[in-house]
C-alpha cells in the first residue's frame, strides 16, 4: 500500500538531515559545537523545576481544552507586563509553538488555500502546511537589508485569490530579524486591505538588543478580528521540553473554532502548564542578565564572521540566531566538509544550512544560519574553528 | 474575514457541549456524578509521581522527534510482555494518543481520502479527520450484538476508490466491545484483499474482563505493511494529563514518512515520557486490582441497567464504556432532564447521549454512553438516581 502524497512528500528536517555527519564525527572522537539547533544552553528557571517536584495531585488528569484556569489567568498577566491586555478565553493554550501555528492554519485555511510567509522562514511552517493540505507562498527578503519586510507592492503582489493570512515570526526565526513598529503597521494595513488574517509567531519577543522594541501583533489598533499570536515559553524560560504554547486572539468567533481543534486532542500537558505558570512573574531579574548574555554572544558570532571577507551580514537585533551570506556556492557542502573533514584539537562545528529555510528553490543556497546557544567560551572556540575551516575550505571549494 | 470551512464544521464535543446543564446544575446546588466523561480516579501509580519529584536536568531540554531513546527501550519491554516483539525504531513517541491518530491518518491518507470505523466511535476521530481533510466512512455496529464488527459484505461494500484504511478502536470507546482473534484476522484478510492499512486504538488493552483475550493488530501474521497500532498511557496508569503515547508499525518507509510529521512538531513532553517511562515494568500487581476494580463496577453498572425494562445492552467486555439502547425517543434530552430536572437527596447524574458516536445522522439517538470511573459507593449512588431519573422520565416522556 503506497503512503500518502503528504507523508512521501513532507520535508526532511533541513536541521536534522545533516545529523548523521556529526554522529559520524563524534563516532571518530571529535567533540561538534552545536551552532545548528535553537536549544538554549541556559538554565530553566528554579522555581519552574520546583513545580516538577512539589506535583501532589493523586490523579494525573486531564485539563480544559483551552488550558488550565490557572494558567490562562497567569498568562493575562505576563501579556499585560508587555502593554497587551487580554481576558482569559482570548487565550487557549497548546502544546507548543507547533500546534498554535497548526491551529492557526486550520482555523484560518482550507485545504489548497494560501499563506504569504516572508522567506526564508522557521523550516517546520512546512511540515505544518503540508498536514493542513494548504500552501506557503514565499516573499523573499534579503541578506543586504538585515531581510527586513519587503515593500508593499512585492507583498501584494502575492496575494491571490486563495491567500488567506500573512505570516511572519516576529523576532525572526532564522533571521534574527526585529521588525519595526512601522513595517508591523504596513503589513496589517496591507492586510486589512485585502481582508486578511496576520498570523504573528512571537515566541522570541523578549530576546532584543540594541534598543530594539517588540512589537506585538495584538498592539496595533483596528486589527482585532484579524491578528493572531502565537507564543511558546520554550525559548524565553529555555524550557523547550515542556511542549507549552498558545495561540491569542481576540476574534471571539475564531477562538471558540480554535477551540473545537483544541477539544480533539483533549488537552495540553498538565504538570508542564503548572510548572510555566510558575515563570509568569519572572521580570527583569530574570531576563536582564539572560539578554545580556545572548547579546554579548551576537556581538561575538557578529564580529567574527565580519573578519570572513565577502561575506553579507547585517547585525541581527533578536531572537537568537544569525543568518549569513557566504562567498561560497554551497553552504550544505561546506556544514558537510566541516563535520567530514575539519577539525582544530579534535573540534569542529556544525551550522544550519539556510537553503531549507526558504521555499523558493535554490535561494539561500549558499547562507547560514547560526544559533548562537552555547557559553562564551565555546562559543568563541566555535567560531575559530568556523573561521578557519572557512578560510581552509575557500582554498579547494568555489 | 471568514474562518475556513473545516473550522466552520468541525464537530463540537458532543461530550462537552452539554457541560453548561452540568454547570447549571452544580451553581444551583445540585452534586453532579459525572459518567460522561473517561477520566479514570485511580491513583496515577507512585513510581511515576516520583519521576516529576526527581527531576534534575538543569536545562529542560527538547528530546528527539521520535522520543528519549530510554522511553522507546522501555516500550520494547512493555510490548514483549505482551506477546509483541518490536523494535525502538518501529516506534514512534506522540502526544497521546490524539496525535498518534493523526499521524496514522497523515501518513496513509491524501486529502479526501477516506478511512472506514465501524461506528459508534471515538468521537474525536472526527476532529482529527477534519483538521486532516480526510472522510470517515462508517460501517454499522448495533447494541443487539454488542456492537460486534458486521460481516466481511457489509465491510467491504463500504470500501471505494479513496479508501486507504480501517480504523478500529479495541477494545472499543464508546462500545467497551473487545474483538476476537478470529473477528481482527478476518478484518485484516479483508485489509490485504483491499490493499488497505489497518490503524488499531489500543489504549484499553489491559481492561478486559471474563477471560476476554486482547489482539493486537501487531499479532496478526502477514500485516507487517499494513498494521499501525496507536497507543496511549492515559488511561492504563491513569495519566491522562501527561500526554504520552505512540504510533507503532513494523512497515520501515511508513515509519520514516511518520518520523518527519514528528519532526516538524519537534518531540513530546521531555519529562512526561520520563514519567511515563517508569510504568513499563507494572505487571500483574497494578493490573490484577485495577482490573478487578472496573470489573465490578461494569458489574455494577450492567446489573442496573439490565433492570430497565426494554433496555438493549450485551455486558461488554473491554475498556470502561458501556452503551445501552434505552426504550426512549431521545437520549440527549433525557440527559439534559437529568440535570435540569432531576435529583435525589440533591445529587444527580451525567450519561454521554452516543449519537454523537455515530456519523450517520440520526443513529444512535436512543443510546447513551456510560463510563465506569466512579468508586464503587459515587457508582452505585449515581446509577440509582439514574434508574429512579429513568423511570420518573418515562412518565412524561416517549
Known amino acids: 500500500m503506497q503512503l500518502s502524497k503528504r507523508a512521501r512528500e513532507i520535508q526532511a528536517s533541513p536541521i536534522r538531515k545533516l545529523m548523521p555527519h556529526a554522529v559520524a564525527a563524534k563516532k571518530r572522537g571529535t567533540k561538534v559545537y552545536h551552532l ?26 486531564y485539563g480544559p481544552s ?42 484560518t485555511c482550507e485545504v ?22 494548504i500552501n506557503i507562498k514565499p516573499v523573499l527578503t534579503v541578506a543586504e537589508d538585515g531581510f527586513q519586510l519587503p515593500k508593499d507592492e512585492v507583498i501584494e503582489a502575492a496575494i491571490g ?11 525572526g526565526n532564522p533571521t534574527g530579524t526585529v521588525y519595526s513598529k512601522e513595517d508591523i503597521t504596513r503589513l496589517c494595513k496591507i492586510a486589512k486591505k485585502h481582508n486578511l488574517f496576520v498570523i504573528s509567531d512571537e515566541v522570541y519577543r523578549e530576546f532584543t538588543y540594541d534598543g530594539a522594541k517588540h512589537t506585538s501583533i495584538l498592539q496595533i489598533e483596528g486589527m482585532e478580528d484579524l491578528a493572531i499570536m502565537v507564543d511558546s515559553v520554550s525559548k524565553r524560560y529555555s524550557a523547550c521540553g515542556a511542549r507549552i504554547g498558545c495561540i491569542v486572539s481576540r476574534n471571539a468567533e475564531l477562538m471558540a473554532a480554535t477551540l473545537k481543534f483544541a477539544q480533539a486532542r483533549l488537552c495540553p500537558p498538565t504538570v508542564d502548564q503548572l510548572a510555566a505558570n510558575a515563570c509568569v512573574d519572572l521580570g527583569d531579574e530574570f531576563f536582564g542578565p539572560l539578554i545580556s548574555e545572548y547579546k554579548k554572544r551576537r556581538d561575538l558570532v557578529f564580529a567574527e564572521l565580519q ?15 544569525i543568518v549569513a551570506k557566504l562567498p561560497i556556492e554551497n553552504a550544505e557542502d561546506f556544514v558537510i566538509w566541516l563535520l567530514d573533514n575539519f577539525q582544530i584539537d579534535n573540534e569542529t562545528v556544525m551550522a544550519a544550512p539556510a537553503e531549507g529555510f526558504y521555499s ?15 557559553n562564551e567560551e ?4 566555535a567560531m575559530h574553528i568556523f573561521r578557519q575551516g572557512f578560510e581552509e575550505y575557500k582554498k579547494t571549494h568555489k
Chains 1, 2 share one sequence.
Open 36 to 61: 545548528n539547533i535553537g536549544q538554549p544552553d541556559i538554565p530553566t528557571p528554579q522555581a519552574m523545576i520546583d513545580v516538577y517536584h512539589s506535583f501532589s495531585d493523586k490523579v494525573l488528569a
Open 66 to 107: 483551552q488550558g488550565l484556569d490557572v494558567y490562562r489567568e497567569g498568562l493575562v498577566k505576563y501579556y499585560q507586563k508587555y502593554d497587551i491586555p487580554l481576558k482569559e478565553d482570548q487565550i487557549i493554550v497548546t502544546i507548543a509553538g507547533s500546534e498554535a501555528v497548526t491551529f492557526a492554519m486550520y482555523v
Open 112 to 133: 489548497d488555500d494560501e499563506i504569504i510567509v516572508p522567506e526564508p522562514f522557521y523550516t517546520n511552517y512546512n511540515g505544518f502546511a503540508t498536514m493542513a493540505g
Open 161 to 171: 485569490p486563495k491567500t488567506r493570512a500573512i505570516m511572519i515570526c516576529n523576532p
Open 307 to 321: 573578519k570572513i571577507p565577502g561575506i553579507v551580514c547585517v547585525k541581527p537585533q533578536g531572537a537568537f540566531y
Open 360 to 374: 523558493t528553490p535554490g535561494q539561500g543556497r549558499n547562507e547560514l544560519r547560526l544559533a548562537y546557544i552555547l
Open 378 to 381: 565555546d562559543l568563541t572556540k
